[in-house]
């Protein structure tokens, strides 16, 4: 794992940003992996800006997301699909038809599950996944567990996920109980990996991740069975 200390969370942005634009450049018609949260928010707009400069180009890009609850619809404003729309996709000149996130409105969220992972193992994997970090070392929906399911999956939502997520919804009743989420094992298929941390309240997952053994207890982890990550934090993040 390459680990790239920056000064705070814009420097954090501008060189996760630098990573992405180069993948592709080198690769116009590059297969991005993208996170929601606050965390590379951040980056999107660095990549927001690059591309109005006309320095990168979206037009052949084709995107797959890790995670959304279920069941949601796409236009609720807190489904993952409406963040994305929100913080990158409506700003750049991407064909939205090449965007993809797991169909929270799905019928049957077993099927969506089997289908996503088919649809992004055809695609041969992401050239780049970009990543956040949980507080408990999770990555996407994947949390700590005895055991975590490789494969794109539907799965319960934590107490303290719903309660959390209480404030955006009109009641906690509004929260999905569920979500759809990439496994570890759909991750680690990506080519390339950067995973994005920054403030304290990282810092003890971060330095989970680092030691560089592999467990449940922090998903995280699995990252070190990869020989391409390149961890992007802010000196809180690193130094606690
Ligand atoms: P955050 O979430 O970016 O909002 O901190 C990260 C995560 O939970 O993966």
Redesign the pocket.
């Given at each position: 794992m390459k680990v790239l200390v920056c000064k705070d969370y814009k420097e954090m942005s501008v060189e996760g940003a630098k990573i992405v634009a180069e993948v592709m450049t080198k690769k116009p018609n590059a297969i991005l992996g993208l996170?929601t949260?606050?965390?590379?928010v951040g980056m999107y707009q660095e990549l927001i800006a690059l591309n109005k400069a006309g320095k990168i180009d979206f037009k052949d890009i084709t995107t797959v997301n890790l995670d959304e609850y279920y069941p949601i619809e796409p236009t609720n404003d807190q489904s993952y699909r409406y963040f994305m729309n929100d913080n990158l996709f409506n700003h750049v000149n991407i064909d939205k038809n090449k965007t993809f996130v797991p169909l929270g409105n799905a019928k049957d969220g077993e099927e969506e599950a089997k289908r996503y992972e088919a649809f992004v193992r055809s695609l041969g994997g992401a050239d780049i996944q970009v990543?956040?970090?949980?507080?408990n070392g999770?990555?996407?929906f994947n949390e700590p567990d005895t055991e975590l399911v490789p494969v794109t999956h539907v799965t319960g939502l934590t107490e303290d996920t719903i309660d959390a997520n209480a404030r955006f919804f009109a009641s906690a009743d509004e929260v999905p109980k569920q979500a759809l989420t990439m496994g570890m094992g759909t991750i680690l298929s990506a080519k390339k990996i950067i995973i994005l941390a920054n403030g304290k309240g990282?810092h003890d997952a971060v330095m989970k991740m680092l030691k560089g053994t592999v467990t449940t207890s922090c998903p995280a982890s699995f990252l070190n069975l990869h020989d391409d990550v390149t961890v992007l934090c802010d000196e809180d993040a690193y130094k606690g």
């Open positions: 996170a949260g606050s965390t590379p990543l956040g970090i949980g507080r999770h990555i996407a990282k």
